[in-house]
């Protein structure tokens, strides 16, 4: 079992930045790869980035590309999302979670663990 805890979110204006970070506790957090999802208020939990075992294994969904960049530091347990260029659509509870395996996934039944959530909102 593992447990994530989010820290980070907050209030931001429309292009501006946030990082987040999620730390791990439990299981060996080399063993397993990590993934950022959110949900907006009426919408479905939607996948963010993932990353696996090798940092340059990664992933992003398409609306983020070029602006949200994760990475990991296995020496701190901890998963990162640096969130650049924000805009409205961004606006959501971002949730990091902890894959079942060692490749990344875009899909939420990959994922055994999850945070509790951190708020994101950007101001138009």
């Known amino acids: 079992q593992v447990q994530l805890v989010e820290s980070g979110g907050g209030l931001v204006q429309t292009r501006g930045s946030l990082r987040l970070s999620c730390a791990a506790s439990?299981?060996?957090?080399?063993?397993?790869?990590m993934g950022w999802f959110r949900q907006a208020p009426g919408k479905e939990r939607e996948f963010v980035a993932g990353?696996?075992?090798?940092?340059?294994?990664?992933g992003y969904a398409e609306s983020v590309k070029g602006r949200f960049t994760i990475s990991r530091d296995n020496a701190k347990s901890t998963v990162y999302l640096q969130m650049n260029d924000l805009t409205p659509a961004d606006t959501a509870v971002y949730y990091c979670a902890a894959g079942r395996g060692p490749a990344y996934s875009d899909r939420t039944n990959y994922f055994s663990s999850w945070g509790q959530g951190t708020q994101v909102t950007v101001s138009s």
């Open positions: 990353i696996g075992l090798n940092a340059y294994s990664t």
């Open positions: 439990g299981r060996p957090f080399s063993f397993y790869a």
